[in-house]
């Protein structure tokens, strides 16, 4: 059975990752692709420029959180040069994992039972930041979840071995620059094999290789079930 299948059977078990209604009115699914004039033509480099234009176009939708991002074509990449110049091969700007757009500090919650696989700073200038990876177990299956631009704060009193409850509260939304200098979001993603890293996982992918990261990194609304994605 794939991981999404079994995800898919197990949607009742799961708890929030985040203590904000995914469901709710007062969030809006953000369009970071070149399709939206507005990212297409800014200068993203300025990480107070960009949390002004995610902040604007929360406004625009009447809304307080953002999200999306799960397997979408991403200009914004470009600001950074550790997803490839797009020159001599081909870029990475296809997004493996779904992100949360909305204030730094708010609890980040395990949605089910974990033990803390790894952890890392990955300071990369547009890079994960703090990056907590959790191992989880389904009907003997292993699995995992990777929460990346998160606060320096809680990250320092975690252990690698660390058990968390479901529902525990175990990081917090970070600012930046410690978040890897992004506006403030947590990057959710779900991992079937961690292919020996510790650490770190790719979030961002070439396009042309899709169909394998896809089966790799499943969807994550599966365990986070908002009707806006």
Known sequence: MSLA????????DFGPVLPVDLNGPAVARLDLTDANPVVCHADLRDTAAFEVIVNNMLAQQ?????IGGYLENRVIYRRS???????????????????VWLPAGTPVLAPLPAQIHSLADNANF???GLTVILQHELDGTIFYSLYGHLSRLEWTALRVGQHLAKGQAFATVGPYPENGDWPPHLHFQLIADMQGRVGDFPGVARPS??????ALCPNPNLILQSSHL
């Open 5 to 12: 299948a079994l995800l898919l059977r197990h949607q009742a």
């Open 62 to 66: 009447h809304a307080r959180v953002g």
């Open 81 to 99: 040069q550790h997803f490839g110049p797009g020159q001599v091969e081909e870029a990475r700007s296809l997004h493996l994992g779904v992100d």
């Open 126 to 128: 547009g890079d994960y």
């Open 209 to 214: 290789e899709r169909a394998q990261w896809a």
